[in-house]
């Protein structure tokens, strides 16, 4: 095998399901280091997805999507589930074809190769911890200002993250150098400026400032992984039927409070606006592949992980559209840039003490994320090891408690000590297309392992030709686009003609990639009758990448050029399947 193919080389699928990791539920004596124990239902997988998804997203994020675009956002979160519900199915078919863990890096390994499976691990890895960076410190927020309201007051400089208070004192300090007014200063420099000031000295240029809540939260849930499924799947289960209870709450109370007067206009910035809101209203989506990652787990792999995708998709997304259609309906859209939405719009209509109870529970909302996704990152870091791209330590598994011990605290560290000092300005960006990255590699791993719906897995994704088909939703989504986003596709040529110079067109080099991507699956699928809901679910997702800026496309290079070099230093020459070859 030639240097170059063997960064392509693939797991064959019938020896995945010939070899498949050994599990306690079969082997309830097993010592070997991959069992794992089967413990999880439909119901169970289907809570931990609305755990995943019902979270920061309708806690935290929507507020600011809501301010961004308007009630037109409710859209945006239909679209959104669109494009998530092509996943979906590609997501199920592959979890109905290979049950294994280790989501959508297990499944790019059996569809695009090694290289490709690296770099949607690596990205995984990514989407994973960020996510949960941003939600222990939005946890930490809602916590503290929990303490706050019942009268135990948090110290700020114990609550905020060193980043924070580092870059608020030293833009004040600017600010009163060049002697402006304070009244400049926003109000989380000035409160990063205080925090700093009040902390305690360590050193001339330092002072004891950490976010301990977003720490202790990471904590107490990465122990709760550590010790086992069952225990992890029970506290999920309860904390879904929280969150859900309370939601109802605010959807039936709020809709008595809501003046229809303030859904016109429906989308004040136009297009422009709501798609602003891309990056927040998909990472209240991220969730659901999650899921995947338990495929071990769970008693009926092959039946119950495509149903608890669908299902757990369809009632988050009806949630998401009820609560921001009920949140801009009682207050103005233009008040809705505030970190706890919902608790905000409560105590703008004087009913303080449901705001108190939205407040209450969004803590237990957010665990709820933090704890799927704790859940979620070891197993693909121990799929990893198994296949002898990472150290084998990250494949071990407790005896006792059949969790992948040592992958579950690492990821507790990776997660809990940023948390302890970051803040999160730009990390949800990077989440989403990471997310988004690892949705278009799923779609086109179905698009080469079964482009043509011949697949005999219990579950598949339903084949329609898009041989026509494929090419007239490319056309007719270029009219509308001109139609109803006619000043930005003019930009657009302006940039590509180089009347703004490099910086201008720099800012377009990922629509000009995506719209190569749409000329070569318009030729694809008329040569090859490609199934037609993966090319969407592919399309779909390019786009939704195009629209996260290209700031944050460079830092996720850089991520994926990390990553390279632990692969090229380490997992090519420990490769399993490389070495068997």
């Known amino acids: 095998m030639s240097s170059f193919s063997s960064l392509f080389r693939r797991k064959d699928i019938s020896a995945i399901l010939q070899n498949p990791p050994v599990d306690t539920a079969t082997h309830p004596g097993s010592t070997e280091e991959g069992a794992l124990e089967r413990n999880l239902t439909v119901r169970d997988l289907t809570a931990l997805g609305i755990a995943a998804v019902i979270g920061a997203g309708i806690f935290s994020t929507i507020g600011n999507a809501s301010y961004d675009g308007g009630p037109a956002v409710s859209l945006l979160f239909v679209f959104t589930a669109i494009a998530c519900a092509f996943s979906a199915l590609c997501y199920a078919q592959f979890a109905a074809t290979i049950p294994i863990s280790g989501s959508a890096y297990t499944y790019a390994y059996a569809s695009f190769g090694e290289l490709t499976a690296w770099i949607i691990g690596w990205a995984l890895i990514m989407e994973y911890t960020v996510g949960n960076i941003v939600v222990a410190i939005s946890w930490s927020d809602y916590f503290t200002g929990l303490m706050q309201g019942i009268g135990l007051e ?7 993250g060193f980043q924070s208070a ?66 992890s799947k029970n506290a999920s289960n309860l904390l879904v039927l929280l969150k859900l209870i309370v939601v109802a709450v605010v959807i039936l109370v709020g809709i008595f409070y809501v003046n229809t007067g303030n859904w016109t206009p429906f989308a004040p910035n136009g297009v422009s606006g709501v798609l602003k809101g891309v990056s927040a209203v998909f990472f209240a989506y991220i969730g659901f592949d999650a899921i995947s990652t338990t495929a071990e787990e769970c008693k009926n ?63 237990f909302a957010m665990a709820s994320v933090l704890l799927v996704f704790q859940i979620g990152q070891p197993r693909i870091w121990m799929s990893m090891s198994r296949d002898g791209l990472l150290p084998p330590v990250f494949a071990r ?26 803040n999160m300005e730009l990390v949800i960006d990077l989440t989403s297309i990471g997310t988004l990255f690892a949705f278009a590699l799923v779609c086109g791993g179905i698009l080469v392992i079964d482009p043509h719906g011949t697949s005999e897995a219990r579950f598949t994704v339903p084949y329609l030709n898009g041989k026509f088909l494929v090419p007239l939703v490319v056309i007719v ?12 596709v003019a930009e657009f040529g302006r940039a590509v003609r180089g009347d703004s110079g490099y910086e201008g067109f720099r800012h377009y080099i990922p629509m ?32 939704l990448m195009t629209q996260l800026g290209v700031n944050n496309w460079l830092l996720f290079f850089a991520w994926l050029v990390l990553g390279l070099g632990v692969y090229f230093g380490y997992g090519y020459k420990h490769s399993k399947l490389g070495l068997k070859s």
């Open 397 to 422: 598994v407790h005896p006792r408690f059949r969790t992948p011990s040592f992958s579950t605290i690492v990821t507790g560290l990776f997660v809990g000590v940023p948390a302890l000092l970051l």
């Open 477 to 488: 989504g270029g009219i509308l686009l001109l139609m109803y986003n006619g000043e930005q």
């Open 154 to 160: 948090v110290p700020a400089y114990l609550s905020m």
């Open 166 to 231: 580092y870059q608020g004192y030293h833009n004040v300090l600017e600010l009163m150098l060049a002697g402006r007014p304070l009244s400049e200063a926003s109000s989380a420099d000035l409160a990063g400026y205080q925090t700093w000031l009040t902390a305690p000295v360590l050193t001339d240029s330092l002072r004891l400032v950490i976010d301990l809540p977003a720490f202790g939260i990471t904590f107490l849930i990465t122990c709760l992984v550590y010790v086992g499924i069952k225990e």
């Open 512 to 543: 000009l990639v995506f719209l190569g991507f749409c000329v070569y699956l318009s030729i694809a699928s008329f040569r090859n009758r490609l199934s037609l809901l993966p090319v969407l679910g592919l399309l779909i997702n390019l786009y």
């Open 301 to 363: 792999p092959q039946r119950d992980l495509p149903r608890a995708m669908i299902y757990a998709l369809i009632i988050c997304t009806i949630l998401y559209v009820i609560v921001t259609l009920v949140l801009t309906g009682m207050v103005s859209y233009t008040e809705l840039g505030v970190g706890d939405p919902l608790a905000f719009v409560f105590t703008k209509v004087g009913l303080p003490q449901l705001a108190g109870l939205v407040a209450v529970s969004a803590i």
